[in-house]
Each structure stands twice: as structure tokens, then as C-alpha cells.
């Protein structure tokens, strides 16, 4: 691909995810009510944590997939929910379950804005961060964990599930559509990096997390209209910030 074709997709990276929610609307993707199932401490006890509700930051919220199965099987959780589409949080805003008393949606490109203008600095007990990082260029994500490390409370803990490397989508890419090792353009602009376990395990240690558990998950999609199962490979992690911190320059770059 070349180094044009490459600045174009950075360049329109929020305009392509913005139209993506224009043409599928709320949807394309499922709810993710597996997720109490895969991290069971989003339902733990509310007395293990130091405030009496817990807190999560939700990033790359989308339309809410994530955030209102969360705000119904815990219904002592507080919300921020971020995206960088205006649309999509538009779309999360309209949903007749949203009320301010228990989720603040809100735009940030956590690329080149502080988390920090809407979130309180050592404030948040979870952050998910679900099929998110894959979306954004590998140069900056490292600013990325850095932004929510600000945000996130000593202890506290990051929810992890992205694309694995050699996934079936990644192996279906065709010519063209490389833009870097292991990073590719789809179709309609939006993009995707693959992770291995390495990689990822490497960025959370040199932004000064703690890695409780990384691993690689297998599972099957089913096309019923095609009649076929579709092998898909992910990479799911925990990671924590330590409870004395080990990273001073946490502001992600301007750009």
C-alpha cells in the first residue's frame, strides 16, 4: 500500500467509523452479554471495591453494545463511555435506557485527547476495552494505554479482547489491502491490526501495567445464510496498574 493511500486512512480513520454507524445504524453488532461470563469481576461484590459503586470506563463504546448488558446485570455500576464517532454516541444517547444518573456518554479521540477533560484522574475501577485497540494505528498505541492509565485507580483493572493474529478475517485480506505488519484495511476505510500475545504483553509492560492473564481464545461464527462455521482466533487479557505507580509521563501526544 502506499504511503498516500496509508496517511488517507489515518487522516479519515473517525470520518470512515462515522459513516460505518450512518449505514448499519445500531445493528451490526451484537450485544455482548457475554461478557460478565469471560470478566466475572465486573459483577463482583460492590464492598471489594473502594468506592461503593463501581466505575467503569467503557472505550470505543460504539452503540452500546457493551455498556447497557453491563448497566443491567450490575445495576450499581456507573458508566463513562467514550467512542470517537459522534454518531455512534449519538446512537448511544437515543437508546430509551440512557440516563446520566448511571452513564455519561461523551466524544474523545483517545488518540490526541486527555481522557482526563471528563474523567477523573485515578477514578475508575474498570476499563473494557473490547475489539478497540485493532482499530488504531500501531504507533499510537501506546498513547492509548497511556490515556487510560491516567484515568484508571491504582489496582484497577483493564478488560482486554481484540483480534488474534492469523484470525480468519486477517487470512481472508486480499492484495492491496496491507498497510503494515499485521495491520489492514478492510473495505469501507475502517482498519484492523492482529495481535499476537507477545505484542500485546510488550505494550502493557512498557506503558507500566501489571499483566494478570493473557491468552489466546478460539471460537466458531456461524454463517447461517452460507450454512458454514467460521474459525476466529482472539487474544483476551487482563491487565492492572500497579498500586504504586510506575509511570510518570502519561499525557498521550498532541496532534
Not at 72 to 94: G, L, T
Not at 112 to 124: A, I, K, R
Amino acid at each position: 500500500m502506499s504511503d498516500f493511500k496509508r496517511e488517507k486512512l489515518e487522516r479519515e480513520a473517525k470520518k470512515n467509523w462515522d459513516m460505518f454507524y450512518k449505514r448499519n445504524s445500531t445493528h451490526f453488532f451484537k450485544d455482548r452479554h457475554w461478557i460478565t461470563r469471560e470478566f466475572p469481576e465486573l459483577l463482583q461484590n460492590v464492598s471489594q471495591i473502594d468506592a461503593r459503586n463501581p466505575v467503569l470506563l467503557e472505550v470505543g463504546c460504539g452503540v452500546g453494545n457493551t455498556v447497557y448488558p453491563l448497566l443491567e446485570e450490575n445495576p450499581n455500576m456507573f458508566i463513562y463511555a467514550c467512542d470517537f464517532s459522534p454518531r455512534a454516541i449519538e446512537f448511544v444517547k437515543a437508546n430509551s435506557e440512557y440516563t446520566e444518573t448511571r452513564c455519561v456518554a461523551f466524544v474523545c479521540d483517545i488518540t490526541s485527547e486527555n481522557l482526563t477533560d471528563t474523567v477523573g484522574h485515578d477514578s475508575v475501577d474498570f476499563v473494557t476495552l473490547i475489539f478497540v485497540l485493532s482499530s488504531i494505528t500501531p504507533e499510537k498505541m501506546s498513547s492509548v494505554l497511556k490515556n487510560i492509565y491516567n484515568v484508571l485507580k491504582p489496582g484497577g483493572c483493564i478488560f482486554f479482547r481484540d483480534y488474534g493474529l492469523y484470525d480468519h478475517a486477517m487470512l481472508r485480506f486480499g492484495y492491496g489491502h496491507k498497510i503494515a505488519e499485521n495491520f489492514y484495511a478492510r473495505q469501507d476505510g475502517t482498519r484492523a491490526y492482529y495481535f499476537s500475545e507477545e505484542k500485546l504483553a510488550k505494550l502493557a509492560s512498557d506503558t507500566g501495567y501489571d499483566i494478570k492473564e493473557i491468552r489466546s481464545v478460539q471460537r466458531e461464527t456461524v454463517n447461517r445464510k452460507e450454512d458454514i462455521c467460521v474459525p476466529r482466533l482472539f487474544v483476551q487479557a487482563k491487565l492492572s496498574k500497579p498500586c504504586i505507580a510506575t509511570y510518570t509521563d502519561l499525557s498521550p501526544p498532541q496532534t
